[in-house]
């Protein structure tokens, strides 16, 4: 499958790999000093990838809940007082843990979209697979991302079934959401069940298919890049 | 003639309930063509899936070319078009979709690439392969479900409610395509004219048991037979016997 992999590599094992470890890197990251470094990681790794629309559709959400740390933590963690307004006290300790918990979502989020949701959940279940995952464990991923898919196309055609027939939607009618929620997750059981078979009467996991070739010289460069700056950031968060 | 697949008892459960079929005898020599018909529920599919493996025999077994057939173990020797086009394409190109099961074979490089670019073409889809599989239509998407079983080269295929949707150009297409396999077909479906067109034997189930077993004209024209089991007569030979037609012009007729 051809892709726009820019200065990526393409191999799906070794951007698995790199997410992996830029993601556990950026997790370890202790100092809110070391936040800014790491966005403009993640950010040069977005723009070498080069999929910004992608990547904007798939922040939204993290980026909601990255502003409600650092919106609310401020206002009930912490005991230093950095400005006060009537009852509205601002903490410097809950403002330095808010930046610190959404600096690293945020990194972390880019980091993994950039590098995997270009890639379909088969190739990425064999990712797994070719690193040395359990064949389970791949297939589970396999499974529960396909499922989720599912859920999704499932809520939104029982959506579209229930406005078409005058169905209500908003807060009010939250008994119907939950029956069709219900349904949606049932069909989309059966489906991925069905789909789990077919896949297995095509051979899947049947220990046949040549094996992947070994990783190629970018593949390992870019692991080894990634290993690299994610030991560079946690050497300046201990410094910092 | 040796059976290529061969049935000896054979009773089909779904888990925790009791058989849908039970008792099933019957044998299908190679090359064969068989339509499987028989009122809603009355476990057409169920039966496919336990013919290929994904569901277990409840007793008796299940011979393909001698050698029994296990649940749950991967058989080459057979494929399963499944009713609903979606439970089948994961992958998110035609092509991708298709290499799925030879890739699974060991096939790599040129020899894949040949593979897919002969079951595209078979199926009339050589100029879809870069096409995200959610992007084409129901009858190029039950043909892609064909080419994704083809590609593995089966021996008996097995196909569900195959014209299941299709509009009349599509089902067309679909039939002669059909025709013109070489596998051992058994093919599930309501649509008793493709049937006809099709299969030359025909096997009617109902209420967990064989109905019958024989010609399909024979069996789908016995209006007494058809109405007892909850069918009807199709149109085709309905109106031979009406008009007086030798039913082998209607037929051919048809087939045309
Ligand atoms: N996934 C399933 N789990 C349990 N029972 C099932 C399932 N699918 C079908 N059945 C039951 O098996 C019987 C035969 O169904 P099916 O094989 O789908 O019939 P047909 O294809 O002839 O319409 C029905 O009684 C149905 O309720
Ligand atoms: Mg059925």
Redesign the pocket.
């Known amino acids: 499958m051809a892709e726009p992999a820019g200065l990526l590599p393409g191999d799906p094992r070794a951007r698995l790999a790199m997410a992996l470890i830029l993601a556990f890197g950026f997790a370890a990251v202790g100092q809110v000093g070391t936040v800014p470094a790491l966005l403009a990681l993640a950010l040069i790794l977005a723009l070498v990838a080069g999929q910004p629309a992608r990547l904007l559709r798939g922040l939204r959400g993290p980026l909601v809940l990255a502003a409600a740390f650092v919106l609310i933590l401020p206002l009930v963690s912490g005991a230093t007082v950095l400005w006060q307004a009537g009852p509205l006290r601002l903490r410097a300790e809950g403002l330095e843990a808010g930046l610190l918990i959404a600096g690293r979502l945020l990194a972390i989020v880019t980091v993994t979209l950039t590098l995997l949701a270009t890639l379909p959940a088969h190739r990425l279940a064999a990712a797994l697979r070719g690193l040395g995952s359990p064949a389970l464990l791949a297939d589970l991923l396999l499974l529960t991302l396909r499922y989720l898919d599912e859920v999704r196309g499932e809520i939104l055609r029982a959506r579209l079934a229930r406005r078409l027939r005058g169905g209500g939607a908003g807060w009010r009618d939250l008994p119907g959401h939950g029956a069709m929620l219900a349904l949606a997750l049932i069909r989309s059981q059966?489906r991925a069940e069905n789909i789990w078979a077919a896949m297995r009467l095509r051979g899947h996991a049947a220990g046949l298919a040549v094996p992947p070739p070994p990783l190629g010289a970018s593949d390992r460069a870019g692991i080894a890049v990634a290993a690299g700056l994610a030991g560079l950031l946690l050497l300046m968060d201990r410094v910092a | 003639m040796r059976a290529l697949l061969q049935t000896v008892g054979l009773a089909v459960a779904?888990p925790g309930?009791p058989p849908?079929l039970s008792g099933l005898d019957l044998a299908l020599g190679p090359g064969e063509r068989v339509g499987l018909v028989?009122?809603?529920?009355?476990?057409?599919?169920?039966?496919l899936l336990s013919l290929a493996g994904v569901l277990p025999a409840a007793a008796g077994a299940v011979h393909l070319g001698g050698a029994p057939v296990r649940a749950g173990v991967f058989n080459p020797a057979v494929g399963l078009v499944f009713q609903h086009a979606e439970d089948q394409l994961f992958c998110p190109t035609l092509a991708d979709d298709v290499a799925f099961g030879p890739r699974n074979l060991g096939l790599a490089g040129a020899a894949l690439e040949a593979r897919v670019a002969e079951a595209l073409t078979v199926c009339g889809l050589s100029e879809l392969g870069e096409r995200p599989v959610h992007r084409l239509s129901g009858g190029e998407k039950r043909r892609a479900c064909i080419a994704g079983v083809l590609a593995m080269r089966p021996r008996l295929m097995l196909l569900?409610e195959p014209s299941a949707a299709l509009d009349l150009r599509s089902r067309r297409r679909l039939i002669r395509l059909l025709a013109g396999l070489d596998q051992t077909l058994m093919v599930?479906s309501h649509d008793l004219d493709l049937i006809l067109e099709l299969c030359p034997r025909v096997i009617l189930i109902d209420a967990g048991r064989i109905r019958a077993d024989g010609p399909a004209r024979e069996i789908l024209g016995d209006a007494a037979l058809m109405a007892a089991h909850g069918q009807e007569v199709p149109p085709a030979l309905a109106r031979s016997r009406v008009a007086g037609w030798p039913r082998e012009r209607a037929i051919a007729g048809g087939a045309a």
């Open positions: 059966r | 779904w309930q849908v028989g009122p809603n529920g009355s476990g057409k599919s169920t039966l569900d599930a």
